[in-house]
């Protein structure tokens, strides 16, 4: 045997390490579960159901040292079956807070002279609060879209599988999202006693 | 009076985007933000956005605004401590270990 597989081989599983493993994780997977479903008693069922089927796969699961990364992917394909189950996966119409064009297709922005660091917003208090509350006007698809994409870090070739959609509506979705976003969060980036970069 | 002004240099600069060889709209240009931000726009498309930005004021502070405010909300990944629960249902702790029984 090879020093590769010894180190990859994985140990036998002993029935208090499942339980180790459901004490030490729930918390966060349901932190996790609640802001995808939006709902305590839902995101129960989620964590609940993700945690059966990791008990259940983590005889064939190797790298355990990436075992936060597996149960977050399953947590989060958990929670997307159960939106799926409830149908709330479907786009929805959204309209609002996009960019404005005239008619000749050119954009009406108001000048941005400055624009400070995301980094300097983030240390002015309440900034954490205003992202969320921008976050919470998205519908519920779009919200879904963005945390995969940009909060958790999956492709657009991996949120289209997961949705079971086409990359282009992701890519669709994701746009107006962030659209959304960028006009939603203007109060804070425009916010004049932050420290600025000129544009 | 600046607004006239304004109003005019934004017909001139939309009837150039949009007639000139080599240019795209604004709203084209709106439809290639994601492919750009990933890299994944074709040569030649990546050549037309990045002339765009050189020679319009909205869409260059747009995109920056637009990169600030993806930075902003990407930070919404780690929910404060106090969220987590401290205990866990043991009715969930059974299950979940009856469950892995049966499969046993």
Known sequence: ?199 | MTELFQSLRRRMKGLMLKFMPGMITCREFESFIVDYLDNTLEAEQRTLFERHIRLCRECREYLAAYQASNALSATLKSSPDDQVPDSVPQDLVDAVLAARQDQE
């Open chain 1, 1 to 199: 045997m090879s020093d590769k597989q010894i180190t990859t081989a994985p140990e036998p599983i002993a029935a208090t390490d499942h339980e180790k493993l459901v004490r030490d994780n729930y918390g966060w997977m349901l932190v996790l579960a609640r802001d995808i479903v939006g709902d305590h008693a839902l995101a129960e069922d989620v964590v609940q159901e993700a945690l059966i089927n990791a008990v259940r796969g983590l005889d064939k699961f190797k790298q355990r040292s990436r075992l936060q990364t597996w149960l977050r992917r399953i947590t989060i394909n958990q929670a997307i079956t159960k939106l799926r189950q409830l149908d709330r996966i479907a786009e929805e119409e959204f309209d609002e807070y996009q960019p404005e064009f005239d008619k000749l297709d050119c954009r009406i922005e108001a000048k941005w002279a400055t624009l400070p660091t995301p980094e300097r917003i983030l240390e002015q208090q309440g900034t954490q609060a205003l992202i969320e509350q921008a976050f919470a006007k998205l519908p519920e698809s779009y919200r879904l879209v963005v945390r995969l994409r940009d909060i958790e870090g999956y492709d657009t070739r991996e949120v289209a599988e997961l949705l079971s959609v086409s990359e282009n509506n992701v890519k669709v979705r994701l746009h107006r999202a962030r659209a959304a976003l960028k006009k939603l969060l203007e109060p804070v980036l425009r916010r004049e006693d932050s420290k600025e970069k000129p544009l």
